[in-house]
C-alpha cells in the first residue's frame, strides 16, 4: 500500500498531483525539443541527439509513473521478480531481430539436404 | 453473497504471509509482465522496419496536436484512477465515483481523438508516380462520364467507391447522350469487349458492379460459348449455359458447382493412380528409401478418365462500354487488359482515367534514394522529375524551395567559417546542413510559404493539425494536378497499405486504443458497486487498485508511443 493511514494518504495525495504536473511538463519538453528550433540537439531536423533526449524524457517519465502511481517504490519482492523477468525478456526481444542476419533460409533440395 | 465468495477465493483481501500480497495484485502483475513482452515485441518490430527501410522512412508526418491532448488526457486520467483509490480507501464513495467518472470521461475523449485522427488518414491521398515522387494530398470529386472526361469538376473533396449517383448527361464532346458519375476523381476507366470470370472467386459484390454498370449502359454481356456440366466420364454433358445467354450471379455460380464437381473427380482420379503406381513401386523396390521411389513416380493422365474442368469462363460486352472501377478493387491492369481483385479478366483498351489530386506535399526523397543507387545525381533526378514539368506551381515552389536550403546551408556555412578562422574546407567539414528529409520533401508549410511569396509566414506552432484543407486561405496554395494513369505506380490513403510506418503505426496505436477500452470498461464498472464498497470496502479498493496498474501500465505505452510515432 502507498500509505496506511489516512493522514498519509492524503499527503500521498498531494504527491500524485505533483507528479502528474511533472508528466506535463515532461511532455511538454519532449515536444518542444522536437519542434523548436532553437532547442533542435545535435544537427538540424531530426537526429541522434533529439532520440537520445526523446527517449530520456520518456524514461523519465515512465519511471516516475512506475515508481509513484504504480508503488514500485515500495513493493513486495515478488513484484519486483516478476516485473524484472519482464523486463528482461522484453530487452531480449529487441536482440531477436538480429537472428534474422544469422539464419538466412537458403532452399537446398527438398530431401536431400543440397546437391 | 459476497462473504460466500469471500470464504471460497483466499487472499483476495488480506495479504498472504508468505508474499505479503494480495492474490489479485500478482495475478495483475502476472498479466502486466506478458503486456509488457506484448508491447516490447511490437516496438522491437519498429525498430526492425524502420532501422532496415528499403525506402526513406517517414519522420514527424504526423501531425501533432491530436497525439499531444492525448498524452495529457492520460497523464490526467493517471492521476484521478489513483485519487479515486485514494478516495476509497478514505471511505469518500462520491469522491471516488467523481474522481473514475473523470478517468472515463478522459478514455472517451481519448478515444474521439483516435477517432478523428484515423479518419483523417483514411481520407488522406498517397502516390507514388513511375519516377519515384512522392505526392500527398487530397481527391478532388467531380462529374466523370462514361468516356472519363470530367463534365463538371466541383473540386470539393470527395472519396467514393465505383459507379456511384449514376445518371445521363450530355458528354462535353457532343450531343450524344451519356452517363456520368460523380465521384472522387480517381477511378480506372476501361473499354470493355471481353470478360473472364475466375470461377474459383466468384464474388456476387464484385459481379454487381459490372451488371449495373452494363445496365446503366444499355449494354449487354453475354456469355461466348456454351458451357456444360460432366462430373463422370461416360455420362452425358448436361449443356448448363448457352452462348448468348446474359451473364448472372446464379448462371456463374452453376458453372463453378460444375468446375467443382469435374475437379473431385479428377482430383480422385489422380490420387487412386498415384496410390496404385506407389503400391507398385513399393513392392517392386524393396529396401529403397520413399523419397528416392517418389522422385520416379509420375502420372500419365492421358491414360485417366478425367472430365473437362475449366475454370474459368467468358462473356462478351455489346456495345463496348466504358466500366468505371475503383482502384482498390483493381489488382493489375496495362492498356489492353485488367484484372480484378476477383480475378476477373478484362480485355479492351484503358481509357483516360486520370487522378484529380490537390497536392499538400511533395517528397522526393525516394527518387534521391533510387537515383544514388543508381548512381545517377539525385539533383538532376530530382530536375528531370515528371511533376516539375507537368506542375507549374509545383515547379515554382521547388525553385524557392532550393532557394531557401541554400540561403540555410550558407548560414551554417558562415557560422562554421566564423569558428575555424576562415579555414574554409575545415568549416565544410564541420556545418550543419539541412538534412535530405528536409531538403528534397516539401511539405504542406512549405506550399503555404512559397506559394504566397512568404506573405503567409507559418511558425512552428502553426498547423499542429496538419495539412487543413479546410482552410481556405492555407488551401489556396496546395497545387492542384491531374495525374495520368500511367505515371501512377502505386496509390493508397494513408492506411497500412501505403507503408511500413502506417502498418505498425495503426497496429500498436489500435491495440493500445483497445487495451483503452476495456480498462475503462473495467473502472467504469466499480462506478456501480455500491454494495461492495458497504459490505467490503478493502476488497474494492484492491479490485481499483488492481484495475488501477493496468490503467497506469496503458498510459506507460502512450508515454512511449507518443514521442516514438509522433516526434521521431
Known sequence: MAADSPEALKKQLKLYAAIGGCLFIGTILTVAVAVVPALDFGDRGFSQGDLVIGLLIASVKASLVMYIFMHLNHEKKLIYLIYGMSGFFAICLYFLTKLSFIDPIKYVGFFTGGE | MNEKILDEIPYIVNPRKDTGLFNSKIGIWLFLASEVMLFGGLFSGYI?????????????????????????????????????????????????????????????????????????????QGVRLADYTILEGHLHAADVDSHGHIVHDSHGHDAHGEGHDAHKGHDDHGNKEATTVHTSVNNIIFDAKKLTFDLTKVDEKYLETILEQAATHDAKVTFS???????????????IISAGDELSYEKLIAAKEAFVAARTHNAAERTAELRRLWKESKAENEG?????????????????????????????????????????????????????????????????????????????????QQAEEMGIDPDDAVEKAWILSHSPAVKAAWEEHKKHVAAIDEAYFQEALKKTDGDEEKAREIANHVPEVEKYRMTWKDLVRYGSHGEINLQWYDGFKGANHKNEE???????????????????????????????????????????IGGAIVLGYYMFCPNMFRKNPTWLANRVEVAGLFWHFVDLVWIFLFPILYLM
Open chain 2, 48 to 124: 526492425f522496419l524502420r532501422v532496415y527501410a528499403d525506402y526513406p522512412w517517414p519522420e514527424r508526418v504526423l501531425p501533432i496536436l491530436p497525439g499531444l491532448v492525448n498524452t495529457f488526457i492520460l497523464i490526467a486520467s493517471s492521476v484521478t484512477v489513483v485519487f479515486a483509490w485514494a478516495m476509497l480507501k478514505l471511505g469518500k464513495w462520491n469522491m471516488f465515483r467523481l474522481f473514475m467518472g473523470i478517468t472515463i470521461a478522459c478514455a472517451a475523449i481519448f478515444m474521439g481523438f483516435k477517432v478523428v485522427e484515423y479518419k483523417a488518414k483514411f481520407e488522406h
Open chain 2, 225 to 239: 460459348k456454351d458451357v456444360f456440366s460432366q462430373s463422370e466420364p461416360g455420362v452425358k454433358p448436361v449443356k
Open chain 2, 288 to 368: 529403397v528409401a520413399g523419397w528416392k521411389q517418389a522422385q520416379d513416380i509420375a502420372i500419365d493422365t492421358d491414360k485417366l478418365a478425367l472430365v473437362p474442368a475449366k475454370s474459368s469462363i467468358s462473356a462478351t460486352v455489346e456495345p463496348h462500354i466504358s466500366f468505371v472501377f475503383a482502384p482498390q478493387k483493381v489488382k493489375s491492369y496495362n492498356a489492353s487488359s485488367l484484372t480484378r481483385k476477383d480475378g476477373t479478366m478484362v480485355v479492351g483498351s484503358l481509357q483516360k482515367s486520370p487522378m484529380e489530386l490537390g497536392i499538400d506535399a511533395v517528397d522526393f526523397t525516394f527518387l534521391v
Open chain 2, 474 to 516: 492555407w488551401a489556396a496554395h496546395f497545387p492542384d494536378i491531374s495525374i495520368p494513369r500511367e505515371q501512377i505506380a502505386f496509390e493508397s490513403k494513408f492506411t497500412p497499405r501505403w507503408n511500413n510506418y502506417y502498418a505498425i503505426y495503426f497496429t500498436i496505436t489500435g491495440l493500445h486504443g483497445l487495451h483503452i
